[in-house]
């Protein structure tokens, strides 16, 4: 499926039954909404870069299996006119459950919000964002177990405190800015199958719109390892890092650890 128009699909919605069934890879739709459940079984293999592409907005509502690796991209403008009058965005925003044994590649100049707990029932293999744009954490839990769990672009904790479980090898990598909204909520990483938990951005700083100074806390477990390659960790609450650690290793010069609490 390709083309300038939009999706509007109220019900459920499966996209794909074959590899090569896409949505928008030649050319972009508008936008995809999908007000129950969705299923992604095409993937992103044969040659195609995206398994869903749109200029703006993508909405899926209902929980959502990945059947297979799966990349959503929203790679329009913000600012831009719109396509027959609609309104403008690239937002890509998962208001329920993400499961299945599959990776998950999101790309957008807009907010990534991931409102509900991922990996609760079938933990993914790994889930990237890209290194624009905002990705918004509403889910309490994440749940990872293959290759890595990275955020390219800047974090805001926005309605729940945060576990992050890497039982694979992989590492769970934090490249930019960590900061919570309004309540100062906690960030728990635990890489039990011995992957590297690493900070590249400020955390805690309050550099990220809408946000307050200071996470609530910050824990990593035994496990692993720690890579503090920002200068600045600030929380309200405790530091705990029960791991071995690294600081400095990005060149962030002289690092401060602080808990105002």
């Known amino acids: 499926t390709s ?13 794909g039954n074959a590899a ?5 890879n030649t050319a972009a739709l508008e936008f ?10 095409a993937g992103n293999g044969a040659g195609a870069v995206n398994t869903v592409r749109t200029t703006g907005i993508q909405t899926y509502t209902g929980a959502v299996t990945l059947g297979a690796a799966t990349t959503i991209t929203s790679d329009s403008i913000p600012g831009t006119p719109a396509i027959d009058g609609a309104t ?20 957008t100049a807009g907010t990534t919000s991931l409102n509900g707990a991922i990996g609760g029932t079938t933990p993914l ?3 990237t964002t890209d290194a624009v744009g905002t990705t918004s954490i ?13 955020f390219n672009d800047a974090v805001l904790l926005t309605t729940a405190n945060l576990t992050i479980t890497e039982a694979g090898t992989g590492n769970v990598t934090f490249a930019a800015a960590l900061d919570s909204a309004a309540g100062n909520f906690t960030l728990t990483v635990n890489t039990t199958g011995g992957g590297n938990t690493i900070f590249g951005g400020a955390v805690g700083s309050g550099a990220v719109a809408g946000s307050v100074v200071g996470l609530g806390s910050v824990t990593t477990d035994a496990a692993g390892s720690t890579a503090i390659n920002c200068g600045v960790v600030k929380t309200t609450g405790a530091q705990t890092y029960n ?12 690092t401060t650890l ?4």
């Open 20 to 24: 090569g069934d896409f949505v928008g």
């Open 243 to 254: 791991d071995t650690g690294t600081i400095g290793a990005g060149g962030a010069g002289v």
């Open 138 to 150: 509403g889910a309490g839990t994440i749940n990872l177990n293959g290759s890595t769990g990275t």
């Open 88 to 107: 403008p965005g690239n937002d890509v925003t998962f208001t329920s459950t993400i499961n299945g044994a599959n990776s998950l590649a999101i790309n």
């Open 125 to 127: 293999t790994s889930l």
């Open 3 to 15: 083309g300038v128009e939009g999706l509007a699909i109220t019900g459920n919605a499966v996209f």
């Open 258 to 261: 602080t808990s105002t609490g």
């Open 32 to 41: 995809v909404t999908v007000t129950g459940t969705t299923t992604f079984n």
